[in-house]
């Protein structure tokens, strides 16, 4: 089965369209298949479907238009119902957007490395499977919901891809197209600044510049603001002639900025600017909707309109930190003025001291401290620190957060500036925060994530192995990273040998363990983290499953009172080893252990029964 949404919904089976009537049904479809394996809830679907008025019917309707495509689509996609919503599954099918995605990652992965003629052959392909306004026959509230994001991510592989032919010397062919993207997109300033150096590299200095002020007029009419850096940047190299010749070691934004200053103290600007960032994850799966987000709200917090502080918190394993490290690298171009980072705990979980992270910062910033600033005091080094950051245009990714009581120390000393802070507790008291939430990954982006280390075509030939796997990594992005890296280390080993080692529920958390990654390894620091009382409650549940459960069901598994219980569990959600899942009839919380946490707390007691035992022997 093909799905497609990049354009009008529909559904292909051996190249013949299946006939799916009505924008209702296209709706339902393309809501399950753009949530790429998770369940849609009932009132995500009736929103989606009828916006803010739903009818009294809506519940039966949704269940009509869900038998309705089960028929069609056949046995080849299984729509499950699994509360409080539905989920698609078509693992043998291909989606438009999912291949268009991962084009986009091979181009701009070959772009980052100076492959620019690879680069344009796989962008143009991905931008190729467009084929109009993508969800164009689903109902306006869908449209609402996705179509800007969808958008977006079109646009910014459209610039890629530009960005690459201008390397090979094509500006003269891009020059009819960049001015019609430029009148469709006025307010885009990197489309705007490409097509000034088309116009540059023709000949058409004049064309340039004319280019420079009717954007820069459009932004003060329609937002209030002056032109960015890169538009900015780009007019300057104009003004000096500096665009003709083509860089392959820099960004072309870094060539025109260095350019267009070489002359005064701005010519420094990147190199004396810190960045001190982690290098990003080439192959990073998933996130979309969360990586858009993060960059969007860093843009406004760029502009002075958004949070100043922005929190990503889940479970150990999840991906917190690549995707922090992936938002800030693609944000970079909003903080030329430097993007910091810096750890905040020990490998143990030990949460460091404040002076210890202040001196990694102000070294960083060109402010060295003597030794791990014993030399100064503690308010000296926030003096030094905001000092040091008061009006620039800076970016601090603070990774592993313990808890939130000395973070707003760490906030820099400009309004121009964001901080982004990763943590599994749920951080409370940061001034102006904004949390995103991350949660396992679906089965299908598993899969695509499993797929980028071993390769596709090895998965597809052992089927129902590979969902062994996956589904023993329970969509924990590192259970599925290490399974990846085991698998590509043996590449003569079939996948159904790794499949065979994680059956075993006792095994799994050891068999996930692979050169400097280790899944139970990761899960300590969070048990560390715990008031002794929740730390033991943890182990004493490892038995009650992974069915959602409230915390009267816990007080009987523990023997305890209500309360109690349900203190330790609050601890436990705090520490993401628990989530809250929903509520039951009566309106209390309903909580739910995630499958390799359980195993984690079934390892930890038995560890505890086996030193009870040895204490008894001797």
Known sequence: MDFQVLGPVEARKGGVRIALSGSKVH????????????????????????????????????????SRLRKLLG?????????????????????????FEQLDREGRTALGRGRHREASTLLSRALGLWRGAALGNVTEYLAGAELARLEELRLHALESRVEADLELGRHEQLTAELAGLVAEFPLREKLRAQLMTAFFRCGQQADALHTYHEGRKVLDEQLGIEPGEALGATYQAVLVGSLGARSRSVTPLRTAVSAAYADGDSGDLYESSPATLPPDIEDFIGREEELAALCGQLAESRKGGGPRALLVTGMAGVGKTALAVRAAHRSAGHFPDGQLFAELAHPDGRPKRL?????????????????????????????????????????????????????????PGSAAAAVL?????????????????????????????????????????????????????????????????????????????????????????????????????????SLRQLPGPAGRTLVRLAGIGTEPFPAQRAARHLAEPESAAEESLEHLVDAALLDICGVDRLGRPLYRFHELVLLFAESLASAHRERERSAAAS
Do not use: K
Request: charged letters at 25%.
């Open 421 to 525: 802070i990763t943590g599994r507790a749920r951080l409370t008291r940061v001034t102006q925060a904004r949390t995103t939430v991350l949660t396992p990954f679906g089965r299908d982006t598993s899969y695509e994530l499993l797929a980028a280390g071993v390769g596709r075509r090895r998965l597809l030939a052992e089927p129902e192995a590979t969902n062994a796997v996956l589904a023993s990594c329970a969509g924990l992005p590192l259970a599925v990273r290490i399974a990846a890296s085991r698998l590509a280390a043996r590449s003569h080993w079939p996948v159904s040998w790794l499949a065979s080692r994680l059956a075993e529920p006792e095994h799994r958390l050891r068999e996930l363990s692979y050169g400097g990654l280790e899944l139970r390894r990761s899960l300590l620091p």
């Open 75 to 99: 046995a080849d996609v299984e729509i499950d119902r699994r509360p409080p919503g539905y989920v698609l599954r078509a693992p043998h099918s291909t989606i438009d957007l999912l291949e």
């Open 355 to 411: 002076e210890e992270v202040l001196t990694v910062l102000l070294n960083a910033l060109g402010a060295p401290v003597e030794g791990t600033g014993r030399g100064a005091g503690i308010d000296e080094l926030i003096r030094r620190y905001r000092t040091r950051t008061a009006g620039r245009r800076l970016l601090v990714v603070l990774d592993g957060a313990v808890d939130s009581r000395e973070l707003d120390l760490l906030l």
């Open 27 to 66: 709706t339902v479809l393309a809501s399950l298949l753009l949530a790429r394996g998770r369940v849609v809830s009932d009132d995500r679907l009736s929103s989606m479907l009828w916006g803010w008025e739903p009818p009294a019917t809506a519940g039966a309707q949704i269940y009509t238009y869900m």
